[in-house]
Structure formats: structure tokens, C-alpha cells
């Protein structure tokens, strides 16, 4: 009868340590490759949640989109099939509208504009409009500055662009913009995108140089302009469901480890652009880099003007205006 005590009550312990150490274990992914400004930002986060929760939650994760493309994944978050997700900016709009006036062309002066505008009141407004959607938005991070790379022709001024049939993200504001370049645009997951560049299915495409060199586009690709038409924003998101359910400081805990895989991934990004046209350089593209911005603009007049319309020149003008 002692035995069978002694036996039952060493179950009992065994089954309450288990549950001591019981460890949740989820998802997060990137369309990128692991050593990617991308990678660096969700391998910075799982690790600063497992040591943030003392090894309660654990976050598995996936890149070179082994879990599909960056609107998948994000599709996958909002229905709670997948808990987590690492994205530039460019399907967010399909899912949040309110973010499109991000991707408004030639919007921010600088990387250190950008971080100020998504890191004050209104990148922090911006990340409250995920709630309704089904998403818990937990900080925003960075893709970078876009440029466009092709396999035609050098790209000097914005009447080379006319003719080029570019891979776009799938994102509305992208598009217009494109277009009004004579562009002919073809949005596509990113996954695909190298096979399509290298079947000569595209001509070229537009990323930051953090995009380009981690997915060897220089195999594929001559020519680089760089016309940093574009800055893309990067955002941790999660299911909201999954994020309720988490204890105040558990929910502490996942906003501060996305806090600090932004500053990992930012800090990559910074490397890559200090770095990154010399090393492409010497692989062999072609590098234009003195290029007259405001005969862009000026192209994007049109396009400029409807942006307006959209979102209001005076919400378009605080973003300006932000130091």
C-alpha cells in the first residue's frame, strides 16, 4: 500500500514538473533567406521570446517562404493557422488599407525619417488598426529603400523605365505608381521571383539592397539603379487570438523580443547599404547611382496628385514634416 503511494505520488510529481516546463511552440516566417536583414530580424525575436518567457514559448522558424509567400503567411496569421509572421509592407494594405500611405512614393528623405515616423504617434496609430483585422501588430521593422534592377538597360532617368516588364509586390499603391512610369507591371509572390527574372518571364525588379544581395539577384540581373523610389517598412505580426490569450507580462515579453529584432534587422540593413553596391559591383552589375530624383518625382505627377485624393495631402504632409 506504501509502495503504490510512494509510486502514485512520484506520478503526481513527475506530471506537475511536466507542466512546469510545458512549452508552447510556434510559427513565424520570411520569404527571404535565414542570412538576410529578415533573418537576423525573427531569429533575434525567437530567441529573445524563449528567454523573455524562460522557455515557456518557443518560436520555430521558417524562411526562403518554406511556408508560402509573405500574403499567405499573412493570410495564415489573421485565420490562426500560423501564428506568427515577419513582412515588408508590400501585401500588408490588402489586409490593413490604412497602411497604404507608407508605400507612397518618394514619401520619407531618409532611413532615419522613416524610423522616426513608424517608431512615433503615427507608426503607433498605424499598428492599433491591425487589431480590428484579427492581428496583433508588434512593432514595425525595416525592409529598406527600393531600387530597381533589370536585365535590359541601364536605367538613368524615368523614360528608360517605359517598356520594362517589372515584378511589383502585390501592393495597389505600387502599381499605380509603376504604371505611371510605362512600367508594365506584374505582381507576384516573391518566391518566384528569381526563377521568373532568371526565364526572362520579368525584366527586372525593385527591392532594397538588402533583398538583392541576399537573394543573389546579381546571377540574374546586370543592371542596378539606384533610385530609392520607395521605402518599405518590415512588421512583426501575430494571431490576435493567440497574442490574447498570453499573460500581461507574456504580452510584454513578445512586443519587447519584435522591439529587439527591429534593432537587429535595422542594424543589417544599415551593413547592407554601406556595404552592399561595392560588393555588387564586383559580382558584376552595373551600378548607376547618380541619379536625378526629382525627374522621378515629376514623372509620378499623376500619380502624385490621385495620392493626394486618396489619402489627404495634409496626413500625407504630417508624415513630411516629421524630424
Known sequence: MQLTRIAAGLVLGMGL???????????ISISTAQNSHQGIAIDTFAKEVEKRTNGRYKVQTFYNGALGGERESIEAVQLGTQELAFSSSGPVPNFVPETKILDVPFLFRDKAHARAVLDGPIGQELLAKFDAKGFKALAWAENGFRHMTNSKR?????????GLKMRTMENPVHIAAYKSFGIITTPMAFPEVFTALQQGTVDGQENPLSVIISAKFEQVQKHLSLTGHVYSPAIFVMNKAAFDKLSAADKQAFIDAAKEGTKANRARVD????KGVADLRAKGMTVIDNLDKAKFVNAL?????????????ANLDKIRAVQ
Not at 301 to 313: L, P, R, S, W
Open 154 to 162: 541601364d536605367i538613368k532617368g524615368p523614360e528608360d523605365l517605359k
Open 301 to 313: 505627377a499623376t500619380a502624385n496628385a490621385q495620392f493626394e485624393k486618396d489619402f489627404g495631402k
Open 271 to 274: 551593413e547592407d547599404d554601406a
Open 17 to 27: 514538473a511536466c507542466a512546469a516546463f510545458a512549452q508552447t511552440t510556434m510559427k
